[in-house]
């Protein structure tokens, strides 16, 4: 790539400047509140694709959030690389967490980020990630270096399970045709140790509500003789994994699949040092399904989680009731071969099934999807690993990740076309938590390493 440096040196603070605009507008997609926001987010991603040199684009109107779309087409017999990402943000809360607010991005030093980091909900996921995707084209096109066709889908209901978009691909798959999909919404170890995702977890997230009595009860009076809808949902979440901390619900082992002696060996090559996972938690000791690492527990492992438990009183002081009701969600974190919706049938039987007299018990399901592995014996990983290797100076680490992109196995599915996952934060980059921050180095790196990989891909593409 020839002046990369150069262009970095010269457009860096425009860069920054740029993406600091776009974190600015909160596009929150789980609060209706923000929905003139989110819209407006998506105009803004519009804008900046036509100004990095899309020739053609456009927002594609869904049930919820635009699609916004663009491509630059160079020559029908060149390999085509759709890139993904998503434009809203989660929710910010709790706000008074924030050392600076979550809207109003600030550059900050930090001790992982000393060349400083942006500190704003969505500086990472995802706004910063695609934003380094948008610039890398903008240098391809002004420096006439693009080497392939390119297309953008950027959407904004990733954050709230992808539902419209998982329609619009289906619905689109000419307007879509690919010959790799690339995305940058997941993370690398570390600045000095950098890895391309191999793996995505699944997802079945469901909300469960306990009904005891028909309304909130003297907790004297009625204390003792009636089931506690609260007691009751406590008791039976604690039941659903056994003192091996493995998951007790019938079934939900059954499709996972066993890594051999040999990839474990593998796994367990990447650097990780416990004391300092426990130490930037302020945590004594790791906890999880016995006979696994660390490692294997948050990748190749799957897991049952509360996201949140509510229902009586928590307002000041004290109030003596027996609520009525007890809410709580929970989200299972899956492995290939799991299936969502298998998964989430098996749960909501279960839980039925564990409900004591006295109580009654709903299961809604919310969202999910399908986890995902890519090969890493495909061209499109060799780029990749080789565009790291040019700009990092190191050959990346493959990594499973437990995060979950639910839309990247429909792209398989729909598409037929394969993902490379090229991200570049950090797990403690503080995604969907308070102070939410991205390396202007991350931001910067990534930028230069994104058109090494069109460069790669297309001569290994020529050379098959
Ligand atoms: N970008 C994340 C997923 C992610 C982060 C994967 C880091 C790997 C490493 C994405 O925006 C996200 O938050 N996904 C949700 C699921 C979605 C259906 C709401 C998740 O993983 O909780
Ligand atoms: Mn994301
Ligand atoms: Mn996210």
């Given at each position: 790539?020839?002046?990369?440096d150069?262009?970095?040196?010269?457009?860096?603070?425009r860069?920054?400047?740029?993406?600091?605009?776009?974190?600015?507008?909160?596009s929150i997609?789980?609060?209706?509140a923000?929905?003139q926001d989110?819209?407006?987010?998506?105009?803004a991603?519009?804008s900046?694709l036509?100004k990095?040199?899309?020739?053609?684009?456009?927002?594609?109107?869904?049930d919820?959030?635009?699609?916004?779309?663009g491509?630059?087409?160079?020559?029908?017999e060149?390999?085509?690389v759709l890139v993904?990402?998503?434009?809203?943000?989660?929710p910010?809360d709790?706000?008074?967490?924030?050392?600076?607010?979550?809207f109003?991005?600030?550059?900050k030093?930090?001790?992982?980020?000393?060349e400083?980091a942006?500190?704003?909900?969505?500086?990472c996921?995802?706004?910063?990630?695609?934003y380094m995707?948008?610039?890398?084209?903008?240098?391809?096109?002004k420096?006439?270096?693009?080497p392939?066709?390119?297309?953008?889908?950027?959407?904004g209901?990733?954050?709230?399970?992808?539902?419209?978009l998982s329609?619009f691909?289906?619905?689109?798959?000419?307007k879509?045709?690919n010959?790799?999909i690339?995305i940058s919404?997941?993370?690398?170890?570390?600045?000095?140790?950098?890895?391309?995702?191999?793996?995505?977890r699944?997802?079945?997230y469901?909300?469960?509500?306990v009904t005891?009595?028909n309304?909130d009860?003297h907790?004297?009076?009625?204390g003792?003789?009636v089931?506690n809808?609260?007691?009751?949902?406590?008791?039976?979440?604690?039941?659903?994994?056994?003192?091996?901390?493995?998951?007790t619900?019938?079934g939900?082992?059954d499709?996972?699949?066993?890594?051999s002696e040999?990839?474990?060996?593998?796994?367990?090559?990447?650097?990780?040092?416990?004391?300092?996972?426990?130490?930037a938690l302020?945590?004594e000791?790791v906890?999880?399904?016995?006979?696994?690492s660390?490692?294997?527990?948050?990748?190749i492992r799957?897991?049952?989680?509360?996201?949140g438990?509510?229902?009586?009183?928590?307002g000041?002081?004290a109030k003596?009731v027996?609520a009525?009701?007890?809410?709580a969600?929970i989200?299972?974190?899956?492995?290939p071969h799991q299936?969502?919706?298998?998964?989430?049938a098996?749960?909501?039987?279960?839980?039925?099934?564990i409900?004591p007299?006295g109580?009654?018990?709903?299961?809604k399901p919310?969202?999910?999807g399908q986890?995902?592995?890519?090969?890493?014996?495909?061209?499109?990983?060799?780029?990749?690993?080789?565009?790291?290797e040019?700009?990092?100076?190191?050959k990346?680490?493959?990594q499973r990740s437990?995060g979950s992109?639910?839309?990247v196995?429909?792209?398989?599915?729909?598409?037929?076309?394969?993902?490379?996952?090229?991200?570049f934060?950090l797990?403690?980059?503080?995604i969907?938590?308070?102070?939410?921050?991205f390396?202007?180095?991350?931001?910067?790196?990534?930028?230069?390493t994104i058109?090494y990989f069109?460069?790669y891909?297309?001569?290994?593409?020529?050379?098959?």
């Open positions: 790539m020839q002046n990369i150069d262009y970095l040196g010269q457009h860096k603070d860069f920054l400047a740029e993406l600091i605009e776009l974190l600015k507008i909160p997609s789980a609060d209706s923000f929905s989110v819209l407006d987010t998506a105009d991603v519009k900046a036509q990095a040199g899309c020739h053609h684009v456009e927002l594609c109107e869904t919820g959030y635009p699609i916004v779309y491509e630059k087409i160079v020559g029908p060149l390999p085509t993904y990402g998503h434009y809203d943000v989660q910010a709790p706000l008074d967490l924030w050392h600076s607010s979550p109003e991005p600030v550059i030093e930090t001790e992982t980020h000393p400083g942006i500190f704003a909900r969505g500086a996921d995802d706004k910063g990630q695609l995707h948008v610039k890398a084209l903008e240098f391809m096109v420096t006439d270096q693009l392939c066709n390119v297309k953008f889908m950027i959407e209901e990733e954050e709230v399970g992808s539902n419209n329609i691909v289906a619905k689109n798959k000419e879509l045709a010959d790799i690339l919404d997941t993370g690398m170890i570390a600045n000095d140790v950098p890895s391309i995702t191999t793996g995505l699944g997802l079945s469901v909300e469960v509500e005891g009595p309304r009860l907790s004297g009076l009625y003792g003789a089931a809808p609260i007691n009751v949902l406590a008791k039976m979440i604690a039941s659903l994994h056994d003192e091996n901390n493995h998951i619900i019938p939900f082992y499709k996972v699949e066993e890594l040999r990839e474990r060996a593998e796994m367990a090559k990447a650097p990780f040092s416990l004391e300092s996972y426990q130490r302020d945590i000791s906890y999880g399904e016995k006979g696994y660390t490692n294997e527990r948050n990748s799957p897991t049952l989680d509360v996201n438990i509510w229902g009586g009183y928590i000041e002081g003596t027996i009525s009701k007890a809410y969600k989200s299972m974190r899956l492995v299936d969502w919706k298998e998964i989430t098996l749960f909501s039987e279960h839980f039925k099934a409900a007299e109580v009654r018990v709903k299961v919310h969202h999910g986890g995902y592995v890519t090969p890493i014996d495909t061209i499109g990983y060799r780029a990749a690993s080789k565009a790291y040019t700009t990092f100076g190191k990346p680490i493959p437990g992109i639910p839309i196995s429909l792209f398989e599915k729909e598409l037929n076309s394969k993902t490379i996952l090229m991200g934060g797990d403690s980059d503080a969907h938590s308070p102070n939410e921050h390396g202007v180095w991350n931001f910067l790196k990534g930028i230069e058109p069109y460069k891909y297309t001569e290994m593409k020529a050379q098959q």
